[in-house]
């Protein structure tokens, strides 16, 4: 009961309502999750972030995206309407090719209504973000009267003792600088027109000033700022206060509407009513049909809207929940700081403010509360609200802005954390997972991989990314939005094709490694299965602990180099089970023993990686494979020679034969130094050993990046993060055999080759390390025909190398042993 009353104090009934109506779970039983652990169902399944780049889509391409990923293992997408390229914020590309497809332009709704009768054929779920751009809330259909506002002022210093008559300056309006007016070039500050006044108020100047001696003068000025007041004897300094809109706008914009978008009013439940309305009406007019089935979630992105620290309301507000006047206060606050009001007067800026008046620490703290409190009522659960009643659910990343993220957390049908691919540790964001275990929020997403160019640069690989995603997994995360899978409208002849500028990492149906890292996806829908069970107990150092009706499930992860650890699990009484998520396997453990309180199990487990240990209440009715002791050891190199087929992503097929294994980078042949794409390893293995009472392994040592295995025809697996070694027990048979290793590398080598080469289109804006853009679509590509500079192979927006950047190791390095392993 008094958690209930904490709550009802911070939010208002109606938020209450939402969520008690929480739907109810029922976790799955181990006997259906065993079934399907090696090939998870649908709901289990990674999703996307798709970002549409300004005009450039193609319902061609979206039929070819969405089957992409049906077939990859993905689960879904996220619609992003942003900008032709991207660095900071909104960078276009010059030159695109249907500049005719505005956003929400008859062949954008037409695009929109053929993603979701596509998007059903193939069982995937939609979801849009609430806003062009990635952040935050708002569009075109935004005036400046509906937008974000700040509280601004105007200061005149006058002699009192006698009857005044001025005219009071109207304050300066604001200017926005956001992320594009740092870094766009011939930007232009979008300057506010919209104004209203507030009050007027009068502080003596002098010293020892209290609040109570704060004069208000409102009523004295009329409309056209002038003042008339019989003002007492000394020096006064007289602030008029008004508001006007910060001009915050949704960011990166798609091209046609760049400086024709603003950030809805946070704190206005009228204006969020209308901003959510004018978003979700026209698409119920023209995808109606799909709301809830297909169709079944609104976005928000983590908050990058700047400063709002006033609306209409917002006097009557404050008054209504802290029972006082702010007004004198903000005055009393001005004065005593001796400077103009800033316009960031809000949680930013109060946070840090130290004064000498402890009475304004406690005013400060107040109004922090009252703008959380109005973002939440007024703003975000209005969205909440109003998605419901369109049969759609709210996403939302509640971080980073002038509002509790416990509250937002709280408030979202789903809420999202994010991680970048560049983390070495995966932080536990402990308002989220606070307010997701005392609400039994089950599911928390993941804005997954987001990539700096400083790092995702077509280099990134299932191996690389491995310890990000467990890292995630184990700081409570459980359903993975993969950022990103851009779209691609143009055909097959341009790869990698369209980026989301310079930001990583690159998933699409473009990638090198698309086919064998569908390998990578079940990976994340297996570990996605099992943390979606149950409730969530606690993160402890590398150890993620869930509990069902019917086991504990623990996930761990080594982070660190060494094999044989022994791991301590708080369980006592029943027989652990080892649920492999890299291979999908169920088995027992070959050494584990009880004392005390505890389970004590040794895992050999190489770096970065991870291991389910499930702990049923009772035996399951599922297969689970034996534990064995390995007795002895036996090794047979395999040397070739190596019949080698490479087949390039965008060259024609060529063969060598390697007398032994080598790195590609350091080849003399620019055929080699330079590939990118799937190679074909061919050799015959003449196995020494008899299998019986033993298991056999393949190691291939090291390679970069991916590998696939066939023996004698048949397909073994895949290989997509170290060590690189599998069970071939049921495959290899004494005698010769056919071995067949296809090795996948990633787009950098190929994209330093062009390098060698002039280019045939203009260069953009050039960043350093960082890359460099293509400028704009080049006329040869426009018209289809022919590539000027034949050397060059690739084709995409943002470039990150140069003709003397160093080349990405590649291929298969060997050595390659066939382990024979006596077991009992």
Same mark, same amino acid.
């Given at each position: 009961?008094?958690?209930?009353?904490?709550? @009802?104090?911070?939010?208002?009934?109606?938020?209450?309502?939402?969520?008690?109506?929480?739907?109810?779970?029922?976790?799955?039983?181990?006997? =259906? #999750?065993?079934?399907?652990?090696? !090939?998870?169902?649908?709901?289990?399944?990674?999703?996307?972030?798709?970002?549409? $780049?300004?005009?450039?889509?193609?319902?061609?391409?979206?039929?070819?995206?969405?089957?992409?990923?049906?077939?990859?293992?993905?689960?879904?997408?996220?619609?992003?309407?942003?900008?032709?390229?991207?660095?900071?914020?909104?960078?276009?590309?010059?030159?695109?090719?249907?500049?005719?497809?505005?956003?929400?332009?008859?062949?954008?709704?037409?695009?929109?209504?053929? /993603?979701?009768?596509?998007?059903?054929?193939?069982?995937?779920?939609?979801?849009?973000?609430?806003?062009?751009?990635?952040?935050?809330?708002?569009?075109?259909?935004?005036?400046?009267?509906?937008?974000?506002?700040?509280?601004?002022?105007?200061?005149?210093?006058?002699?009192?003792?006698?009857?005044?008559?001025?005219?009071?300056?109207?304050?300066?309006?604001?200017?926005?600088?956001?992320?594009? =007016?740092?870094?766009?070039?011939?930007?232009?500050?979008?300057?506010?027109? &919209?104004?209203?006044?507030?009050?007027?108020?009068?502080?003596?100047?002098?010293?020892?000033?209290?609040?109570?001696?704060?004069?208000?003068?409102?009523?004295?000025?009329?409309?056209?700022?002038?003042?008339?007041?019989?003002?007492?004897?000394?020096?006064?300094?007289?602030?008029?206060?008004?508001?006007?809109?910060?001009?915050?706008?949704? !960011?990166?914009?798609?091209?046609?509407?760049?400086?024709?978008?603003?950030?809805?009013?946070?704190?206005?439940?009228?204006?969020?009513?209308?901003?959510?309305?004018?978003?979700?009406?026209?698409?119920?007019?023209?995808?109606?049909?799909?709301?809830?089935?297909?169709?079944?979630?609104?976005?928000?992105?983590?908050?990058?809207?700047?400063?709002?620290?006033?609306?209409?309301?917002?006097?009557?507000?404050?008054?209504?929940?802290?029972?006082?006047?702010?007004?004198?206060?903000?005055?009393?606050?001005?004065?005593?700081?001796?400077?103009? @009001?800033?316009?960031? &007067?809000?949680?930013?800026?109060?946070?840090?403010?130290?004064?000498?008046?402890?009475?304004?620490?406690?005013?400060?703290?107040?109004?922090?509360?009252?703008?959380?409190?109005?973002?939440?009522?007024?703003?975000?659960?209005?969205?909440?609200?109003? $998605? !419901?009643?369109?049969?759609?659910?709210?996403?939302?990343?509640?971080?980073?802005?002038?509002?509790?993220?416990?509250?937002?957390?709280?408030?979202?049908?789903?809420?999202?954390?994010?991680?970048?691919?560049?983390?070495?540790?995966?932080?536990?964001? =402990?308002?989220?997972?606070?307010?997701?275990?005392?609400?039994?929020?089950?599911?928390?997403?993941?804005?997954?991989?987001?990539?700096?160019?400083?790092?995702?640069?077509?280099?990134?690989?299932?191996?690389?990314?491995?310890?990000?995603?467990?890292?995630?997994?184990?700081?409570?995360?459980?359903?993975?939005?993969?950022?990103?899978?851009? !779209?691609?409208?143009?055909?097959?002849?341009?790869?990698?094709?369209m980026g989301m500028g310079w930001w990583g990492t690159h998933f699409s149906r473009f990638q090198t490694w698309f086919e064998p890292g569908k390998a990578f996806f079940t990976y994340l829908a297996r570990c996605?299965?099992? +943390?979606?069970?149950?409730?969530?107990?606690?993160?402890?150092?590398? #150890?993620?602990?869930?509990?069902?009706?019917?086991?504990?499930? &623990?996930?761990?992860?080594?982070?660190?180099?060494?094999?044989?650890?022994?791991?301590?699990?708080?369980?006592?009484?029943?027989?652990?089970?080892?649920?492999?998520?890299?291979?999908?396997?169920?088995?027992?453990?070959?050494?584990?023993?009880?004392?005390?309180? =505890? /389970?004590?199990?040794? +895992?050999?487990?190489?770096?970065?990686?991870?291991?389910?240990?499930?702990?049923?209440?009772?035996?399951?009715d599922y297969p689970v494979l034996p534990a064995y002791h390995v007795v002895n050891q036996t090794v047979q190199n395999i040397t070739g020679p190596w019949n080698v087929s490479f087949e390039p992503k965008l060259d024609k097929p060529f063969s060598r034969k390697f007398t032994q294994l080598t790195d590609w980078s350091k080849?003399?042949?620019?055929?080699?130094?330079?590939?990118?794409?799937?190679?074909?390893?061919?050799?015959?293995?003449?196995?020494?050993?008899?299998?019986?009472?033993?298991? #056999?392994?393949?190691?291939?040592?090291?390679?970069?990046?991916?590998?696939?295995?066939?023996?004698?025809?048949?397909?073994?697996?895949?290989?997509?993060?170290?060590?690189?070694?599998?069970?071939?027990?049921?495959?290899?048979?004494?005698?010769?055999?056919? +071995?067949?290793?296809?090795? /996948?590398?990633?787009?950098?080598?190929?994209?330093?080759?062009?390098?060698?080469?002039?280019?045939?289109?203009?260069?953009?804006?050039?960043?350093?390390?960082?890359?460099?853009?293509?400028?704009?679509?080049?006329?040869?590509? @426009?018209?289809?025909?022919?590539?000027?500079?034949?050397?060059?192979?690739?084709?995409?927006?943002?470039?990150?190398?140069?003709?003397?950047?160093?080349?990405?190791?590649?291929?298969?390095?060997?050595?390659?042993?066939?382990?024979?392993?006596?077991?009992?």
């Amino acid at each position: 009961m008094k958690r209930l009353y904490i709550f @009802l104090i911070i939010f208002n009934f109606q938020f209450l309502i939402f969520n008690s109506s929480a739907q109810s779970y029922t976790p799955e039983t181990l006997k =259906s #999750l065993a079934g399907k652990f090696e !090939h998870p169902s649908d709901e289990y399944r990674p999703h996307v972030w798709w970002h549409w $780049l300004g005009s450039n889509f193609s319902k061609s391409g979206i039929t070819a995206d969405l089957e992409a990923m049906k077939e990859a293992g993905i689960g879904g997408a996220t619609i992003f309407n942003i900008a032709s390229s991207v660095q900071e914020s909104h960078f276009p590309m010059e030159n695109n090719p249907w500049p005719e497809q505005t956003f929400r332009s008859e062949a954008w709704w037409d695009a929109i209504e053929h /993603t979701m009768k596509e998007a059903r054929r193939l069982g995937l779920k939609i979801g849009l973000h609430g806003t062009p751009g990635y952040a935050t809330t708002g569009g075109p259909w935004i005036p400046e009267e509906r937008g974000m506002k700040a509280i601004i002022s105007s200061k005149t210093e006058v002699e009192g003792g006698r009857l005044l008559q001025i005219a009071l300056p109207k304050p300066e309006m604001p200017e926005f600088t956001g992320y594009d =007016s740092l870094y766009t070039p011939g930007y232009k500050p979008w300057k506010a027109s &919209f104004y209203r006044d507030i009050s007027v108020m009068a502080v003596p100047d002098r010293a020892n000033v209290s609040v109570n001696d704060v004069v208000e003068l409102s009523g004295m000025m009329d409309a056209d700022g002038r003042l008339t007041w019989q003002a007492p004897a000394g020096k006064w300094l007289i602030y008029r206060y008004g508001y006007a809109p910060t001009m915050a706008h949704p !960011h990166p914009l798609p091209d046609d509407i760049i400086g024709k978008a603003l950030e809805v009013d946070k704190m206005s439940r009228e204006d969020n009513i209308y901003h959510w309305q004018h978003l979700l009406e026209p698409l119920k007019q023209h995808i109606g049909e799909y709301f809830g089935d297909t169709f079944v979630y609104i976005w928000v992105d983590s908050y990058e809207s700047g400063y709002q620290n006033w609306t209409p309301a917002f006097r009557e507000d404050f008054i209504r929940l802290k029972g006082y006047d702010p007004l004198p206060w903000i005055a009393f606050y001005q004065f005593e700081n001796k400077k103009e @009001l800033e316009h960031k &007067f809000n949680a930013w800026t109060n946070a840090n403010f130290e004064s000498k008046l402890p009475e304004f620490k406690t005013f400060l703290q107040d109004y922090d509360e009252v703008v959380n409190r109005l973002f939440m009522d007024n703003g975000f659960a209005v969205a909440r609200e109003m $998605l !419901h009643e369109y049969g759609l659910k709210l996403y939302w990343e509640p971080y980073w802005g002038p509002f509790s993220t416990y509250q937002g957390t709280v408030l979202a049908d789903i809420p999202v954390d994010e991680f970048w691919s560049s983390q070495d540790t995966v932080y536990v964001n =402990s308002q989220i997972m606070r307010a997701a275990v005392e609400y039994d929020k089950r599911i928390i997403g993941a804005e997954a991989f987001t990539g700096a160019p400083s790092v995702s640069r077509y280099t990134e690989d299932p191996a690389f990314l491995k310890h990000v995603a467990d890292g995630g997994f184990a700081s409570g995360k459980n359903l993975f939005f993969l950022h990103h899978w851009v !779209h691609q409208p143009f055909d097959e002849r341009y790869q990698p094709g369209m980026g989301m500028g310079w930001w990583g990492t690159h998933f699409s149906r473009f990638q090198t490694w698309f086919e064998p890292g569908k390998a990578f996806f079940t990976y994340l829908a297996r570990c996605q299965m099992l +943390l979606q069970q149950g409730t969530y107990i606690r993160e402890n150092a590398y #150890l993620t602990h869930r509990r069902t009706p019917e086991a504990d499930i &623990f996930f761990v992860i080594n982070p660190e180099n060494g094999v044989q650890k022994t791991y301590a699990f708080p369980v006592k009484e029943r027989v652990p089970e080892l649920w492999d998520a890299y291979i999908g396997k169920i088995s027992e453990p070959t050494n584990w023993r009880q004392k005390g309180d =505890s /389970t004590y199990i040794d +895992l050999n487990l190489e770096k970065d990686c991870s291991m389910f240990v499930v702990f049923p209440f009772k035996k399951g009715d599922y297969p689970v494979l034996p534990a064995y002791h390995v007795v002895n050891q036996t090794v047979q190199n395999i040397t070739g020679p190596w019949n080698v087929s490479f087949e390039p992503k965008l060259d024609k097929p060529f063969s060598r034969k390697f007398t032994q294994l080598t790195d590609w980078s350091k080849s003399s042949d620019p055929k080699i130094k330079y590939f990118s794409g799937t190679a074909r390893y061919e050799t015959t293995l003449n196995s020494k050993f008899k299998i019986q009472n033993s298991k #056999l392994f393949l190691d291939f040592g090291d390679l970069q990046d991916i590998a696939e295995l066939e023996i004698n025809g048949e397909k073994v697996g895949v290989l997509w993060a170290p060590p690189y070694k599998i069970d071939v027990t049921r495959w290899i048979k004494e005698g010769n055999n056919k +071995l067949v290793i296809y090795i /996948t590398n990633n787009w950098a080598n190929r994209l330093i080759g062009d390098e060698q080469y002039p280019a045939d289109f203009e260069w953009g804006t050039d960043r350093g390390e960082e890359g460099r853009a293509m400028k704009a679509f080049p006329d040869w590509f @426009l018209k289809n025909r022919p590539r000027p500079e034949k050397g060059r192979k690739t084709f995409n927006v943002w470039y990150y190398y140069r003709k003397n950047s160093p080349l990405q190791p590649a291929g298969l390095f060997g050595p390659v042993r066939l382990i024979k392993e006596e077991i009992k």
